[in-house]
């Protein structure tokens, strides 16, 4: 090269952090911008179960496996197209966000957008208010208690809290 100056530009990768409920989705509905793509394993297995005729409750197990196949697919198709990507599943864990964040470039600025869990009413009335996308308590529980906050040593450029 002779004196020419390379740019790379960076892309975004978000990652949204919370409980079933909390709003991640919520957010990403209100926020919507056409040039980024959203992956969701939720959405996925709506599709899915709209084809079919039955609810995600009723489809869920059945179609959890083949929705995660294909959201990795879409989340390698958005990276080779260098899309800004956000990421709207609960990724509570470390090692869940670690799954995701692997596959991302450098050349990709890595956020995590971390939302907080509402007051007990209030998320009961959120979660109440989803009659198709019904989550056990006992399984809500479980995900509670997996919960890690996540931090700059996974990989993250900021994280940022949603209220």
């Known amino acids: 090269m002779t004196g020419e100056k390379m740019s790379r530009q960076l892309h975004s990768f978000c990652v949204l952090v919370g409980l079933p409920g909390v709003g991640k989705s919520t957010y990403i509905n209100n926020n919507k911008n056409p040039n980024v793509v959203v992956l969701s394993t939720d959405t996925i297995v709506e599709e899915m179960c709209v084809s079919q005729g039955i609810t995600y409750t009723q489809g869920f197990k059945l179609f959890i496996s083949e929705a995660t196949s294909r ?78 906050f996540p931090n700059k040593e996974e990989g993250f450029d900021a994280i940022f809290t949603i209220a």
């Open 71 to 148: 959201f990795n697919k879409r989340l390698t198709n958005a990276i080779k197209n260098r899309s800004d990507i956000v990421i709207d599943r609960t990724n509570l864990t470390r090692a869940s966000r670690q799954r995701v964040m692997s596959q991302v470039p450098k050349n990709y600025s890595k956020f995590a957008y971390y939302f907080p869990t509402p007051e007990k009413d209030e998320w009961q009335r959120r979660l109440n208010s989803r009659p198709d996308k019904y989550i056990p308590q006992s399984v809500i529980d479980d995900m509670a208690l997996s919960f890690q």
